[in-house]
């Protein structure tokens, strides 16, 4: 894709704007005309896979724990914070949060560790591993960097949404500070990225294989070696006993596929986080890049806002989706519609193709080949794995619809097969 063209905010708004995406974006930015008119396209290039995240593997159980084993986190600091009130009071929920003993409360004891501890996560992690290792022997810790780059050019996809859609807006140098475009639909805010290995981490609901904790802008997992249960034996709350019932059949059960992770290896889930950490780069390096989004040759900022947003929103979806296996049957079905429609959008269908997408995405003959094909990506000991699935899901979808159709309606292809 060519260059895009954008129109510069006045000199008196934003004094910096030009050295900004020069610099901070790693833009090349060329005058085209007067009166601020510039065009802009990425340094790499036009399209290219750029490495906004990479996995480091940190340690395990297995591992001898000493200054170099924090070399990873110490090359790539997070932000810090200057407030040590508040840092000694996440401290201190930690603490609390940790004897309760319950998995749920010690995860949310190790993030607000980590967010009390900031740059100094080494000393707070150190003694809390050996607990980590006990629960989970074939465990693992990694860090997810996250490039500069990205981060920038998320804010400058902020500041074009507000400059070209949202005039009403005060624009001076102080209102960029803190500047949000629609931040509440993100589940990132172009900042906070952990919530985007949520899909990866929760790949075998009803079981988790990890947990992704913030270290803004990085992001911290520890891979359980294992997949967990989700599920909770009923009554699971009193909440539960109130939730509708809607949209399930008469001796309907969930349906699963313990051949999708039973004889997992530890070492298959760590490939696997490999591998959706470079799929994360291939959506980010098309949604932060201006040059997929123009309209007659100028930067679209509603289009790139929107394809960014959904995206995100659709990782939403299928995160409520993954998490919730007990969830009401209403909820999911929703969620579930909901995703297939993001889908269709980011796949390009448009207002005129909407309802065409859907039905592809939901055939057989269709999807079946293209995600099999898809697998190929994949670590090679996964991949019959994922095939299997698909297939396995596809055929049980199909099989209910069949059986719980009036019989008229089956035709004679339906019938046979």
């Known amino acids: ?10 000199p008196a708004q934003a004094p910096n704007y030009r050295h900004y995406l020069r610099s901070n974006c790693h ?3 060329r005058d085209i005309a007067a009166d601020r008119w510039v065009s802009v396209e990425p340094g790499e290039g036009s ?17 001898a724990i000493n200054d170099a084993t924090w070399e990873p986190l110490r090359e790539r600091p997070a932000w810090e914070d200057n407030n040590a009130e508040r840092r000694r009071a996440l401290l201190q929920a930690a603490a609390e949060l940790a004897e309760i003993g319950t998995p749920e409360a010690t995860l949310q004891a190790i993030q607000g560790g980590l967010a009390g501890a900031v740059n100094d996560a080494p000393d707070f992690l150190t003694p809390n591993l050996p607990a980590l290792w006990e629960a989970f022997p074939d465990g693992s810790l990694w860090l997810i960097s996250v490039d500069q780059k990205l981060l920038s050019r998320m804010a400058f996809l902020r500041s074009r949404y507000a400059l070209e859609l949202t005039p009403d807006i005060r624009i001076d140098p102080e209102a960029w500070i ?3 475009a629609l931040d509440g639909h993100s589940i990132t805010g172009g900042a906070s ?13 009803p079981g988790a294989i990890g947990y992704a904790f913030a270290w803004n ?12 249960e989700l599920r909770e034996e009923p009554p699971r709350s009193l909440a539960a006993l109130y939730e509708p019932d809607t949209d399930v059949a008469a001796g309907d059960h969930p349906w699963i596929d313990p051949d999708f992770w039973d004889g997992l290896d530890p070492s298959d889930l760590e490939s696997l986080l490999a591998w959706w950490t470079q799929r994360l780069n291939v959506l980010y390096s098309h949604a932060a890049d201006p040059t997929q989004y123009e309209r007659v040759g100028r930067h679209d900022a509603g289009g790139q806002c929107a394809w960014f947003l959904t995206l995100e929103r659709l990782i939403a979806d299928a995160t409520f989706i993954q998490s919730g296996p007990q969830a009401p049957q209403m909820a999911r079905l929703q969620a579930a519609f ?26 057989r003959s269709t999807m079946v080949p293209r995600l099999n094909a898809s697998w190929e990506r994949l670590p090679l000991r996964l991949r019959p794995r994922f095939r299997a699935h698909t297939e396995a899901l596809f055929d049980h979808v199909y099989d209910h619809i069949r059986e719980h159709a009036l019989g008229y309606r089956v035709t004679p292809k339906a019938q046979s097969a």
């Open 217 to 228: 802008p990085h992001v911290i997992i520890f891979m359980y070696g294992m997949s967990t």
């Open 1 to 10: 894709m060519p260059p895009v063209t954008l129109h510069l905010p006045e």
């Open 27 to 29: 833009f090349d930015v």
């Open 338 to 363: 909901d995703l297939l429609d993001k889908a269709e959008a980011l796949l390009g269908f448009g207002i005129r193709g909407s309802g065409g997408g859907f039905k592809r995405l939901l055939r």
């Open 178 to 180: 803190g500047l949000t």
């Open 193 to 205: 990225f952990q919530r985007l290995f949520n899909p990866l981490l929760l790949t075998f609901s």
């Open 47 to 63: 399209g290219r896979i750029y490495r906004y995240f990479e996995a480091h593997r940190i340690c395990d159980a297995h591992t």
